[in-house]
């Protein structure tokens, strides 16, 4: 089945913070549909089994397929380290991950070819991006810390607070201690940490945002597959949830950095 370049681009998380890719992916390419997907109401997977989290990942990849998506990227870092080649075996049209995107970019950016990767206990333990890295520079040292507080700092948006500092300090101490030059930020919400990591990290070292990654491999498969939109017309976003939470729509617009409107409610 060949997609059509008009179609949207599927993009799905457990929660909201698959919207730093959505971000990402509006500026990168401003004329692209987006029907994003955040499984609010079960959020988190961190804490799941692997046949939990496949589950749900096929049932939601199922949904956006159903919007006839021309392309799906796995927004979440947890679903990509357990469940990324399911969603490939069922998906008719190309699959991206953001752990495949990080690792691109942190082989890139690399000179030293020592990297530190700093996600949740769930990605970190998966050990996801040392094989992801590994299978495109297998001669990369790879230095990894899990960063549990990050994301409840984030959500209380608490981004340039001095508790996010110290502790953000206490999480790097180790990475750093290991002469880094590249840091890969594995989790969508440490993108709105990075002003933050980068002056805890210092000058020195490469922050790699795999929400920018994502976008600029999106846009170089939709170049190479002839699928970017040729429409010059202002895009459509749609925003499915499983629940609307407390705070949503305050933190998603924190995420998304605009409104946060078409806003579809899931019942599952």
């Known amino acids: 089945m060949q997609p059509n370049s ?25 004329f692209e549909n987006i029907v994003y997907f955040g499984d609010t109401a079960r959020v988190p997977y961190g ?9 749900y990942t096929t049932q939601i990849a199922e949904f956006l397929l159903g919007k006839q998506v021309k392309l799906l990227i796995v927004a979440c870092n947890t679903m990509a380290a357990v469940a990324s080649q399911v969603v490939q075996d069922l998906s008719p049209v190309p699959v991206l991950d953001v752990i495949d ?18 996600g949740t206990p769930t990605t970190i333990n998966s050990n996801a991006y040392a ?25 209380e948006g608490w ?9 953000a300090q206490e999480y790097l101490r180790p990475v750093l201690a290991e002469q880094i030059d590249t840091l ?9 940490l990075k002003p933050l990591l980068q002056d805890v990290a210092g000058p020195g070292v490469a ?55 078409n806003v579809h409610v899931e019942k599952w």
Do not use: W
């Not at 008009?6 to 401003?30: C, H, K, Q, W, Y």
């Not at 690792?103 to 020592?114: L, Q």
């Not at 981004?159 to 502790?167: A, G, K, S, Y």
């Not at 190479?224 to 939470?245: K, Q």
């Open 47 to 55: 804490v799941k089994s692997v046949e939990t989290i496949a589950h």
């Open 207 to 261: 922050l790699v945002d795999s929400a920018e990654a994502m976008a600029e491999r999106t846009a170089a498969l939709l170049a190479e597959m002839g699928l970017a939109n040729p429409r010059r017309t202002p895009p459509e976003y749609h925003f499915h949830v499983t629940d609307v939470p407390l705070r949503f729509q305050t933190i998603g617009e924190r995420f998304l950095g605009r409104s946060l409107a």
């Open 131 to 155: 094989r992801a890295i590994h299978q495109y520079q297998p001669e990369i040292r790879i230095f990894s810390q899990p960063c549990p507080l990050f994301v409840p700092l984030v959500e």
């Open 184 to 192: 890969v930020l594995g989790c969508t919400h440490y993108p709105l």
């Open 6 to 30: 008009g179609n949207p681009i599927g993009v799905f998380d457990s929660g909201v913070g698959g919207l730093t890719v959505v971000r990402a992916l509006m500026e990168r390419l401003p």
């Open 101 to 118: 995107a990080g690792a691109v970019g942190a082989v890139a950016a690399t000179r030293s070819r020592r990297v530190g990767v700093i």
């Open 159 to 167: 981004l340039e607070h001095q508790v996010t500092r110290l502790t």
